[in-house]
């Protein structure tokens, strides 16, 4: 299945049908592996999760109401039990409802999946915007400028998040009093949390792109736009961006997958609704069929972000729609 | 929108916590306040609340019951009786109350003319419906259920009377009864079913659930009909507050961070640190209400060794220095306690010679009781164990400064020979510890009004599990003499005699060396001095904005 080197036959080349089919049957396999392990992973840790319906840990629930609950949920039954249960639950494509909420959990998505992806979404586009303008402004400008870069990068990746949105109250919000600290649904409240998932991502995306880049200005071709009269600046922007942006695309389908993961800190500290903050209380509350929704819902993101970011590489770079050649 | 502070000037403790009970019936002495051209209530506004605690899974507090939904039930839900700064039990929702001279009958008159804010009248009916309600497993309460154990049935009497009917006299009846998990609600809310109710309990209280975005806010708006304050409120009839914005808030420095900024303005749960430099600005209004029930303790494992031996009980309770820990991390918003009770208990028994620390004299008793060797780190072992005391330590109950103050405790314990093996655990998890009985020392919070809360953490039938696992008696206490002193208590009608059993009963639960009291349970809140009149209900210490005003 790994792609040939270059020089293999023709016979390599596959289908678009067969493609698809790889992939969807990928996605489904990896579904079905993050249901299955986050299932059996959350009951690895104490807690019983009648309890988590009966008022959360430590309740003092009453035999009757023990045995109520466990009836109802099918928590009396085999564990092999409750798991095919499930599966047959999710093939159909109901999630189950909320131990904790007694809501349905795709209710419980649907409401909470908006912000978050808001939140991911701009804070990709920030990430993304960063990194190119450091990378460009770093490569190719000697010593200095490339030491800079780097260790601005360095820096930027390292940070944790918790720790800058910290900071960043601490200056905007409590010192300068410019944007407030608790997200409320304004404009002006998405920038912090914003900012602070941006700014660590366009460290590790600047660091691959800049590498790319240095690559790119090596190239043959850059010589001879430059020999056509080209300003660097003109070959910057018209020809060696794509090969900065390339490991940069590549890498979005992941980086998607790290802010929704980011999204569990940065919800919580500025107090926004969202699929993290939801992840965080429903494993508080041991809220197994919630855990296992948005698990879920998170790797069909990574999934989906792998195919598509797949496809725009191949858009944005010619050499991978040539057969054999990755 | 904020206006300068009012303020400045930096206030004593008590001062603040006076201005914050500015209902200041106490201070008064029940006389009429001398109106002051400020103090005159403003009508209207939203107060914004940011919650520290989780948020509620359910906003009716029969359901479950814990501490979060206490918080918000009070501004919707109201008990039958409430407690005064003093700790006297006065009229609310019922206007008086008899019990008959066996104790086994209480009847209650109910306040005349009280509906809920879906129109139902509040009457005797609506109390028979809300006992069966928490009696019923279906409800899945917790809390409430335990506090109506004794309660066998409720008998409508007329429209306005109710009489419980218990099956042993139960003289923690009222104290249970003024608890917002024990609260009244409209029995047509109630019929509504637990996923309708959960979502928006219908009560008599000032303000209203008008909506419930989950993880982000709860809109309360005002219940312009209100007639049902409890008998020590600032004033009769409704809130002057428009609305509240209760928000959840879980980080502790954004809270504060919103406080400061004017973006809410009030928070609960601030951090010592916060609290201190909030002292400091004298800007912000500090609200101190420690909880009612017990004091925060450490909790010493008796039922197995080292701890079934007294001697060895004693030495780490001389050993373990505490004092300067709690100053330095608390800042001084923290006081020891010596009881196993909270200050705001009248009937806390103090004694703060038991438990002077003195080393020397816990060398002295590990060495008869047999710990005599020492390993390589200083250790002590008998017949081959060390003396290492397993501290499994809840994230969710114990602040930070509280996990720091545990590490003093370990290392001025390791000074004797202890080795303190301290475990940071998430709430489910360290329930799992306390269930396995995998712990030798713990300290966990009880929240309940009265000193009944003694019968569920000493009493030794509190060591036989519930069904779910969970048993109170943590220090696992096995002492007939105090079951008898407890029991005797419980059930005795006389003020007088109660007090004294009580008195008893905890000299000889501190005189065991069963537990390392700490301070209150505490529980505090910061307000922008913009905000007049609010106070902690003197039940469970939850915000009250009744009387609350935004001046501006």
Known sequence: MTPGSPTEPVRRRRST???????????????????????????????????????????????????????????????????????????????????????????????????????????????????????????????????????????????????????????????????????TGTPAGLVLPVVTLAVPLAGFLAQVMRESLLDALEQPFVVSARARGESTAGVRLRHTIRHAALPGISLSGWALGWLLSGAVVVETIFAMPGLGRTLLQAVTLRDIPVVVGVVLFVALVYVVMTVVTDLVARVADPRLRQEGAR | MRAAPVNRRPLGRSALIAAGLVSALALAGCQADEPQASDEPVEGGTLVYASGDAEPTCLDPHVGGNYPQALIAGQFLESLVSRDDSGEIIPWLAESWEASEDGLAWEFTLRDGVTFTDGTPLDAEAVKVNVEHLRDPATQSSTGYLAMGKVERVEVVDDLTARFVLTTPDSALLES??????????????????????????????FVVDEWVKQDRVMLVRNDEYSSPPADAGHEGPAYLEAI???????????????????????????????AAAEESGNLTWLDAPRPGASNRIELNSGQAP????????????????????????????????????????LAYSDAARFEPDLERANELLDEAGWTERDADGTRLKDGQPLTLRFPVSTNQSIP??????????????????????????????????????????????????PDVLRILYHSDSITPAPSGYFANLAQLDDPEVDALLTEAAAESDA??????????????????????????????????????ARAMPTVSTPSFHDAWLAD
């Not at chain 1, 466990?70 to 409802?97: I, N």
């Not at chain 2, 005699?497 to 209150?520: N, T, V």
Request: a negative charge.
């Open chain 1, 17 to 183: 049908a067969r493609h698809a089919a790889v992939l969807v049957g990928g996605a489904v396999f990896v579904m079905w592996a993050v249901a299955t392990l986050t299932f059996f992973a959350i009951r690895l840790i104490p807690g019983d999760p009648a309890q988590a319906i009966l008022g959360g840990p430590g309740s003092q629930a009453s035999q009757e109401a023990l045995d109520l609950v466990r009836e109802e949920y099918g928590l009396d039954q085999p564990l092999v039990v409750q798991y095919l249960a499930m599966l047959g639950r999710l093939l159909t494509g109901d999630l189950g409802s909320s131990y904790a909420l007694r809501v349905p959990v795709a209710d419980l998505l649907a409401a909470q999946v908006g912000g978050t992806l808001l939140l991911a979404v701009l804070s990709l586009a920030l990430a993304w915007m960063l990194a190119l303008g450091l990378a460009l402004w770093s490569t190719g400008r000697g010593r200095i400028a490339a030491a800079v870069g780097e260790g601005v990068e360095l820096t930027a990746a390292a940070l944790p998040h918790f720790w800058l949105a910290g900071v960043l109250i601490a200056v905007f919000s409590s010192g300068l009093g410019w944007l407030p600290p608790v997200a």
């Open chain 2, 177 to 206: 009864l003024s608890q917002p998990w024990t609260a009244i609600q409209s029995p047509a809310g109630i019929a509504r079913g637990l996923e309708e109710n959960c979502e928006a309990p219908i009560g008599t209280g000032p």
């Open chain 2, 245 to 275: 914005e209760w928000r959840f808030v879980p980080d502790a420095a954004s809270r504060y961070a919103a406080l400061q900024g004017g973006q809410v303005d009030v928070i609960d749960n601030p951090q010592p640190d916060t609290i």
């Open chain 2, 307 to 346: 701890f079934d031996d007294e001697r060895v009980r004693e030495a780490f309770i001389r050993a373990v220095q505490v004092d300067e820990g709690i100053d330095a991390l608390f800042f001084g918003t923290a006081e020891r306690s010596y009881s196993a009770l909270s200050s705001v208990e009248a």
């Open chain 2, 401 to 450: 400064a509280e996990q720091s103050l545990f590490e003093q405790v370990q290392a001025t314990a390791k000074e004797a020979g202890f080795d303190v093996v301290i475990d940071l655990l998430d709430l489910s998890s360290w329930y799992g510890r306390l269930f396995a009985n995998e712990y030798e020392i713990v300290s966990a919070p009880y929240t309940k009004v009265g």
């Open chain 2, 496 to 533: 007088d005699a109660r007090a004294d059993l009580y008195e008893q009963a905890q000299q000889r639960i501190l005189g065991g060396y069963y537990l390392l009291p700490l301070y209150d349970q505490q529980n505090s809140f910061l307000l922008d001095p913009s905000v007049r009149g």
